[in-house]
């Protein structure tokens, strides 16, 4: 099974998406994710599930929730209907491997030995942590997350085709993550809706930025990278040599045309030496060599010191 082509997401082109049997699902080469998700975060390793038939069981889940019209997934009663997103789905998979591994650890070989009191133990195991001072704190957070997912294996009994939990077993006595974590969920939103008098004006802006200036922006961008690209592959300038520098020098002379005259922001220094300070601007510029070829070339008119 082609995961991008299930799921809906694109794949940049010439690469390859993740593949349902593989063990490691690696979304890296997805354009559509958002730029500010972590790498880690799109390499998904369900190898480190080490009793391979619950690793099917993991990928099995994690497709029906981002997949909900698969057709083994859209006539199961109790599925999610919603699709769930790949950056939505990231803590399940950890919350997978932390689950099914804590069984593992605790000698469980099969999924029909989950009870109560596994699912208990694994809660409170998951109920408590330490924070950067070492005092041991509750992490709702963390157990919200993890019951969601030994909750959601029993919601997806049905599909399993490796291994699952008994015949009508509900973790936690059939209670919400929510209230196994102890969270309360808020009657309403808390965080009142913007003011049409600024939300009207800001999404105006930002359409304007997007549909009327955004494709000229990229435009420009291209057209900058193209630049940039185009001086990086011409030669780098070569000094032609005193000898082609003097023979400039006597046509020059010999044809009774002057030099150009040096630049008034360019003076040198009276009292001293050619190889002592010049003057810059009005300001005395210290230098302990002469100046280059190029240079030279360029004060008295001749042109022929860029590549050749």
């Given at each position: 099974m082609d995961l991008c082509r299930?799921?809906?997401?694109?794949?940049?082109?010439?690469?390859a998406g993740p593949n349902f049997d593989q063990d490691v699902w690696d979304f890296t080469p997805v354009t559509d994710l958002a730029a500010y998700m972590a790498a880690s975060h799109k390499r998904w390793n369900l190898a480190a599930i080490r009793n391979p038939l619950w690793r099917v069981v993991a990928k099995?889940?994690?497709?029906?929730?981002?997949v909900p019209t698969h057709e083994a997934v859209r006539n199961l009663p109790s599925a999610f209907r919603v699709a769930r997103t790949v950056p939505a789905c990231v803590n399940k998979h950890y919350e997978l491997i932390r689950w099914l591994n804590w069984l593992t650890?605790?000698?469980v070989t099969d999924l029909g030995q989950v009870d109560d009191h596994l699912c208990d133990s694994y809660i409170a195991d998951r109920r408590t942590g330490h924070d950067k001072d070492g005092a041991i704190i509750e992490k709702r957070g963390a157990v919200n997350g993890a019951a969601q997912v030994v909750a959601g294996l029993a919601q997806y009994h049905d599909l399993f085709t490796t291994d699952r939990y008994p015949a009508g077993f509900r973790p936690f006595g059939g209670k919400a993550a929510v209230a196994v974590a102890g969270l309360?969920?808020?009657a309403e939103n808390s965080t009142p809706p913007v003011p049409a008098e600024i939300l009207q004006p800001m999404l105006a802006a930002a359409l304007y930025v997007v549909d009327t200036l955004g494709p000229h922006v990229a435009s420009l961008t291209r057209h900058i990278k193209a630049e940039r690209?185009?001086?990086?592959?011409l030669p780098a300038p070569r000094s032609p040599g005193w000898d082609v520098l003097l023979q400039a020098i006597n046509r020059r002379v010999t044809e009774g045309r002057p030099f150009n005259r040096v630049p008034s922001r360019i003076e040198r220094s009276p009292d001293t030496p050619s190889t002592s300070p010049i003057r810059c601007g009005g300001s005395r510029c210290a230098t302990s060599r002469p100046r280059p070829v190029s240079a030279i070339s360029a004060v008295n008119g001749w042109r022929s010191c860029g590549p050749r």
């Open positions: 299930e799921i809906g997401i694109s794949v940049a082109p010439g690469a099995e889940y994690l497709v029906a929730l981002m650890d605790n000698g309360k969920t808020p690209d185009r001086v990086n592959r």
